[in-house]
């Protein structure tokens, strides 16, 4: 008899807070830690009841199931509820913390990188720091410069950190799993633009591995590797580029840290093209490691140099038009492959 | 306050008191020895010399199970042997050998052992404040009945974390102690200079939890109040603030030149050398001899030596073993 896996249609969003259920439900050690991720905390007629359910809604639901002992609303003080996560994970919880946009990390990196990533190794390998921070990223919706930052490189360059970039709704959640699973500091990067996308997610628990990239679209002609809503961006260039007689095989790491090299290495010495679409900054970045590891181990496959697509080295504008000339754009990608095909 | 002042003196047993004594005498000998090996090279890096504040870390530690947690800084040798972190280990870890407490990864400054209920000396300032907050949520979470003692010194308190981390343990009444050591100076600079406050405690009335200076010299005077502070916590009474005045007989770090404190200063501390005191209290109230405490005293001594000697002929790790431990899995 053979078994498929059920799927349903769900948002992104839906499908974090699915995967954060599901967690909390197999393991009591779970608790959820952030700004207004129930809200309304001692509010009389919200005692088991939440005000957001986080900014964007995606915790929603969560206190009145799990309870207030479980999802902490925290005060606005990133480097104290932080390092209490960290705390916490090294000491017998499996916390996920929301660190509300990534942008804020600077008011809490001392507690990521200095404590939680580095403890185990300091320690001699006799600690361990089960901790899941997710946080939002992305441009395109007028956040502007202080609320719309990737910066997922930045957590990348850091060992003892891993980074999760999902761009389907199904990637969400079972990327999710895996990481409050994880017995490792993780890194979950939430595109805000994504939250309201749909697609097809598997019911039941079961995690995707990390560091195992997946292999969005098959082509032959070109490699691009897009990361997180660049996935999207990809695949519509590649649709156009597909009109033109251009097949291009669009790669989505999912996790830049590990990275999941051999997939990529294996289509860029089928297609000897490689296109990278990030939408962080461009100085030491995912594009320029990525780009970096494919001209070390994969410069023989190439025919033609390695391109990169991503944002410009500025912060990120506010007004529309300065934002879409800021994000990359299929536009651009159809360009970009022009030159290297 | 005077030294042996408070209730604790006359309460404590004999096994407990000399128990407390030994444990001082182990940290100002570890702290005697690792300056002098720093001085002859044995020691790579640098190193924060915890002498003269024995009082606190066993004041306080003594009052502790495995099942409780604390966190250090970076002068947190006396928190690891209080904490009943193996010498031998810290010893090994001072100099990078293999058989070091993080197998040489760590150092002076990043002694850990989580068994132990020792979360790490750490590095930065401030920085174990909020991991303390976190060790007492899982306390409380998980109901284990433990507690956690955060350790930090006068410079700390400026720091955001010390805010942050006051604030909330307060408003999640958690089972905390923030034990604020304040020996003068943060680095070279007085404590008259960097903070506003002229008694640190008083920054717990910001957060409505209590807030008690405490004569650091005075290992009574600390158990008393850290017992204090500790039964509220395992209560379920919420977090507190101790502040213990104490003094550190070496510089900030070895090789410090020391030129920001007089020589009278340190002679006015040395008279009060909290071990001494110690030391008088349990002779005048005939709880033991000078003899018992010479064997004591003995006893310490041949331990720290064959612990150097140990670490000594330990080999350092192979250099590969820089690549492991990073991560559970990747």
């Known amino acids: 008899m053979v078994t498929e896996t059920a799927t349903r249609t769900m948002t992104y969003q839906q499908a974090i807070n699915e995967a954060l259920q599901i967690a909390m439900r197999e393991d009591p050690t779970v608790v959820l830690l952030g700004e207004d991720i129930a809200g309304g905390a001692m509010v009389d007629h919200l005692v088991n009841d939440d005000a957001w359910g986080g900014p964007m809604g995606v915790t929603k639901g969560l206190v009145q199931e799990f309870g207030r002992d479980r999802v902490l609303d925290t005060p606005i003080t990133e480097a104290g509820f932080i390092g209490a996560a960290v705390g916490a994970a090294a000491t017998g919880l499996r916390p996920v913390a929301e660190l509300m946009f990534v942008d804020f990390f600077g008011c809490c990196m001392d507690q990521i990188f200095d404590q939680g990533a580095k403890l185990r190794y300091m320690f001699g390998g006799k600690a361990k720091c089960p901790v899941t921070i997710r946080t939002q990223i992305g441009a395109g919706v007028s956040a502007a410069g202080q609320h719309s930052g990737c910066h997922y490189s930045v957590f990348a360059h850091m060992p003892g950190i891993k980074c999760i970039v999902p761009s389907t709704p199904a990637d969400a959640k079972g990327l999710l799993l895996s990481a409050i699973r994880d017995d490792d500091l993780v890194m979950f990067f939430e595109n805000k633009v994504l939250y309201g996308t749909k697609g097809d997610v598997p019911e039941g628990d079961e995690g995707i591995p990390l560091g195992v990239a997946d292999i969005k679209r098959v082509g032959d002609d070109v490699t691009i590797v897009a990361i997180s ?101 299929p536009d651009r990608i159809v360009d970009a492959v022009r030159e290297i095909v | 306050m005077a030294a042996g002042s408070a209730q604790a003196a006359v309460e404590l047993d004999r096994d407990t008191l000399l128990g407390m004594y030994e444990t001082m005498m182990q940290i100002r000998t570890f702290e005697d020895l690792a300056g002098k090996n720093f001085a002859a090279g044995l020691v790579p890096g640098f190193v924060h010399l915890y002498a003269g504040e024995e009082a606190v870390a066993v004041g306080i530690c003594s009052q502790l199970t495995d099942n409780d947690f604390i966190t250090s800084t970076h002068r947190g040798h006396g928190h690891c042997i209080a904490k009943g972190v193996d010498i031998a280990g810290m010893v090994a870890e001072l100099m990078g050998k293999s058989t070091g407490v993080c197998k040489g990864k760590g150092g002076s ?222």
């Open chain 2, 109 to 330: 400054m990043h002694i850990a052992d989580v068994e132990k209920g020792m979360l790490g000396a750490n590095g930065i300032v401030g920085g174990g404040i909020p991991l303390a907050c976190g060790a007492a949520l899982t306390a409380r979470t998980l109901g284990t009945g433990g507690v956690a003692v955060c350790f930090f010194g006068d410079g700390a308190a400026n720091q955001g974390t010390f805010h942050e981390g006051l604030n909330l343990a307060a408003i999640w009444n958690l089972p905390v102690v923030f034990v604020c050591e304040n020996n003068g100076y943060a680095e070279s600079t007085p404590v008259r200079y960097h903070c506003a406050a002229s008694d640190i405690a008083n920054r717990a009335g910001a957060y409505e939890i209590p807030g008690v200076v405490v004569d650091g010299l005075d290992v009574f005077a600390v158990y008393e109040a850290a017992g204090e502070a500790i039964a509220r916590a395992r209560r379920g009474d919420g977090p507190s603030l101790l502040e213990a005045k104490t003094y550190r007989f070496y510089g900030h770090f070895q090789g410090d030149q020391v030129t920001y404190r007089t020589a009278d200063e340190l002679e006015l501390y040395k008279q009060r050398d909290p071990i001494v005191a110690l030391r008088k209290a349990i002779v005048d109230r005939g709880i033991a001899g000078e003899d018992q405490l010479n064997a004591i005293d003995a006893r310490v001594t041949e331990q720290l030596d064959d612990a150097w000697s140990a670490a000594k002929a330990a080999p350092f790790p192979e250099p590969e073993e820089a690549l492991t431990d990073v991560y559970v899995t990747y």
């Open chain 1, 229 to 329: 809503r660049m996935v999207q961006q990809a695949l519509a260039a590649a649709d156009t580029l597909a009109a033109e007689g251009i097949e291009a095989e669009v790669i989505d790491p999912r996790t830049l840290s590990p990275l999941d090299e051999e997939t990529i290495l294996s289509s860029v010495a089928k297609t000897h093209r490689l296109l990278v679409v990030d939408e962080d900054n461009p100085r030491c970045s995912a594009a320029t490691d990525i780009a970096a590891m494919v001209a070390d181990k994969g410069f023989d496959t190439l025919d033609a140099p390695i391109k990169r697509v991503t944002a410009p080295h500025t912060p990120v504008p506010f007004s529309p038009p300065l934002e879409q000339f800021y994000v990359p754009s």
